[in-house]
């Protein structure tokens, strides 16, 4: 395995985790559901992790702000934008 120096391997992680996030906003039409029931995960578990995340290095996130970071807007506004 590739040596990665620590530094560098979370900024790759982390470049990663965005891109994530920019394709479940880009695929609106892929519901939670869908992803959950293929994946075992979906766009709320990634917020619940995030904000796990967060809490870990001492910030304090309410369960909106979290899914905000993951949908890219307020939950609710996604939900009846786009949530079937």
């Known amino acids: ?31 939670n559901i869908d992803v959950m029931n293929l994946a075992g995960f979906c ?14 290095q001492g910030i304090t996130l309410s369960d909106a702000d979290a899914r905000e970071r993951v949908y890219g807007m307020p939950y609710d506004e996604w939900k009846t934008k786009y949530q079937k």
């Open 1 to 31: 395995m590739t040596v990665i120096p620590e530094a560098t391997q979370v900024e790759i992680e982390a470049a990663a985790f965005r891109r994530l996030l920019q394709h479940f906003r880009e695929r609106t039409d892929v519901q």
């Open 43 to 56: 766009r709320n578990c990634l917020s619940k992790w995030y904000r796990a995340a967060a809490d870990e």
